[in-house]
């Protein structure tokens, strides 16, 4: 079992920044194989994948956060990260940290991330 841990949520203006952070309760061997992903769910909406990165580094994004949203990931310390830039307040949601591999997923509780003036 692998747990997740998001932090770097909060409430911020429109045009402000953040940083999440995932850490994973795994050693750095094994997270190095993990495709990480950050999705957000907003109230009465579906989870949407935001960002995703792969074990080699391939990164993809949702259109709505290309240009502004940035995710990478530091296997020795075993935490992938989003810079947010640009927010509006469409990107405010729960953002969900995700962690897969090829025998299962994972899910962290979730930060909050509030835009709003």
């Known amino acids: 079992q692998v747990q997740l841990v998001e932090s770097g949520g909060g409430l911020v203006q429109p045009g402000g920044s953040l940083r999440l952070s995932c850490v994973a309760s795994?050693?750095?061997?094994?997270?190095?194989?993990?495709?990480m992903g950050w999705y957000r769910q907003a109230p009465g909406k579906q989870r949407e994948l935001v960002a995703g990165?792969?074990?080699?580094?391939?990164?993809n994004y949702a259109d709505s956060v290309k240009g502004r949203f940035t995710i990478s990931r530091d296997n020795p310390t075993r935490t992938v990260y989003l810079q947010m830039n640009s927010l509006k307040p469409e990107d405010t949601a729960v953002y969900y940290c995700?962690?897969?591999?090829?025998?299962?997923?994972?899910w962290g509780q979730g930060t909050q991330v509030t835009v709003s003036s």
């Open positions: 795994t050693s750095s061997i094994f997270f190095r194989l993990f495709t």
């Open positions: 990165i792969t074990s080699g580094g391939s990164t």
């Open positions: 995700n962690a897969v591999n090829s025998a299962n997923g994972y």
